[in-house]
């Protein structure tokens, strides 16, 4: 048989038994070196997933064409990353814990924060896709673009935060780690890798470290948070910067589109919420007072009892203030910042359409590469092959 190696191409001969009446083969030969099922090298099979956390799979055979001596092909890069991620399978929740287990809060940890978002994906499943008009023509026949449909896959980012440096307002980020899982009815695999990875972190942080769930203001995040009493011991906060972009929604509703009273108003309020305790309340006393004074088209009054709403609903989680104080952050720029660095920048290019399965394996090589955990991956995915 001919194996790929680090070296390149090498073929070698072995002993296949196989009973008389047929059957499985068994190559000791294959077993001896940890080949079993497999043409490419441990080491070749670990370059191909780490390059295909962040490309596809066409320039990953460029790539290695002009950096090394093995030159699978698209194809057989393609088989090597599904070969990988179903021998991990079975093992995915041993796997995950041993990895998560591996990490260490930084020893100047103060707090922990946890957040959770979602990103859109375009599967390649029957579907109608997100924000076109049902009224609008669409093309009829063989063109028809049935299988593509948008979905919402699920990032968690779960960060180590120390104290506030000088001359900075808030503290300072340690490290973060990501997980991801592709569009799932009610993200039910998601929300239980959520917890247990929490449960581990947990585990390993001292009494002390004030935890804080931090996410933007969509209600189904909230919705599940508020009513799982996992989070009953996490202070609750809604993203600063989400609730910024509301309050300069709600100015331009009020006062109209680049008004030099709505910039005023806008900036007022934006200190506010930042330095007083009862920033909210004075803030919606303002927005009931200049939705009763000002003459506003049908459209702007619908658009200011929707930002209202929104600051009635979460006035609970904007304890901004407090938290300046208190040297906490108050923005989920880690789990945001993966929604577009772990989903969009490899799942979103340009003409690409995703099954589940295939997504996920790449969501899952990316998330450990992305969370400087490849190492502890690959090392444990080799025990684990071995153990089974």
Same mark, same amino acid.
């Given at each position: ?5 680090? $070296? ?6 072995? @002993? ?11 190559? *000791? ?9 497999? $043409? ?65 809060? &930084? ?29 609008? *023509? @669409? ?5 028809? &673009?049935? /299988?593509? %449909?948008?979905? /919402? ?21 340690? +490290? ?6 592709? &569009? ?7 929300? @239980?890798?959520?917890? @247990? ?6 585990? /390993?942080?001292? *009494? ?13 995040? !909230? ?37 030099? =009273?709505?910039? +005023? ?9 930042? =330095? ?16 009763? %004074? ?16 929104? $600051? ?40 690409? +359409?995703?099954? +589940? ?20 991956? !690959?090392? %444990? ?8």
């Amino acid at each position: 048989k001919t194996f790929l190696t680090s $070296f390149g191409a090498i073929p070698i001969e072995r @002993r296949l038994y196989q009973a008389d009446t047929g059957g499985p083969g068994y190559v *000791p030969l294959d077993h001896l070196w940890d080949m079993d099922g497999h $043409f490419a090298t441990e080491d070749v099979r670990q370059a191909a997933c780490f390059a295909m956390a962040h490309m596809t799979a066409e320039e990953t055979e460029q790539l290695l064409e002009l950096c090394s001596l093995f030159h699978p092909s698209a194809t057989a890069i393609k088989h090597i990353v599904e070969k990988v991620s179903e021998e991990m399978e079975p093992h995915r929740e041993a796997l995950d814990t041993t990895i998560q287990s591996s990490i260490e809060a &930084p020893a100047d940890t103060k707090v922990l924060v946890a957040s959770m978002d979602g990103a859109n994906v375009l599967l390649r499943e029957p579907g109608v896709p997100r924000g076109r008009p049902p009224e609008r *023509p @669409r093309p009829e026949g063989p063109d028809e &673009p049935k /299988n593509a %449909t948008y979905k /919402n896959a699920m990032v968690e980012a779960i960060s180590f935060y120390g104290a506030v440096p000088k001359d900075h307002q808030g503290p300072e980020r340690l +490290r973060s780690f990501y997980s991801a899982r592709m &569009p799932e009815d009610r993200a039910v695999t998601f929300k @239980r890798d959520f917890e @247990r990875h929490l449960e581990i972190v947990e585990s /390993n942080l001292d *009494p002390g470290v004030i935890k804080l769930l931090l996410c933007d203001g969509h209600r189904v995040l !909230w919705n599940y948070a508020d009513h799982n009493e996992r989070f009953d011991r996490y202070e609750k906060l809604v993203d600063f910067y989400h609730t910024d972009e509301h309050l300069s929604k709600a100015a331009e509703a009020l006062f109209g589109k680049n008004s030099v =009273e709505g910039k +005023r108003w806008y900036a007022k309020y934006r200190a506010t919420l930042l =330095e007083q305790d009862d920033g909210v309340e004075a803030l919606r006393r303002s927005i009931d007072y200049h939705g009763r %004074t000002r003459r506003l088209s049908q459209s702007s009054r619908k658009a200011v009892a929707m930002q209202r709403t929104f $600051f009635r609903r979460n006035k609970h989680r904007m304890s901004y203030a407090s938290f300046r104080r208190r040297g906490l952050p108050l923005g989920s720029g880690p789990v945001e910042a993966a929604c577009k660095s772990i989903v969009k920048t490899r799942l979103c290019r340009s003409g690409m +359409r995703w099954s +589940r399965k295939g997504g996920q394996r790449i969501l899952n090589f990316r998330c450990y590469v992305k969370s400087r955990l490849w190492k502890e991956f !690959w090392d %444990t995915y080799k025990r684990l092959r071995c153990s089974a």
